[in-house]
């Protein structure tokens, strides 16, 4: 999955800003990539900055919620990976 992610998509998931950095998870890099599943819903791929990040669970679940409240599914699913780890180049600012 590439971090491209269709406009509304990026506008959407923008909205979701991690606590630590103040930025956005799609400036940070966070988002690998989202599809459509063959069942019509979303799914979402995101990784943390570190393993074991305290925020984990709330950038989790903000980033499901958004992508739910922006109405781009009627359903979402958020994977978490650290496959391939994130690095600070993947930062869009």
Do not use: F, K, N
């Amino acid at each position: 999955m590439t971090a491209d992610l269709a406009p509304d998509m990026a506008a959407a998931l923008s909205e979701v800003i991690d606590p630590e950095l103040g930025l956005s998870v799609v400036d940070i890099g966070l988002i690998y990539g989202a599809e459509t599943t063959a069942q019509g819903g979303l799914r979402i791929v995101m990784t943390t900055t570190t393993r074991g990040c305290p925020a984990t669970g709330l950038l989790v679940e903000a980033v499901r919620e958004r992508a739910l409240a922006s109405g781009l599914a009627a359903s979402v699913e958020v994977e978490l990976t650290y496959d391939p780890p994130w690095t600070p180049d993947r930062m869009r600012v």
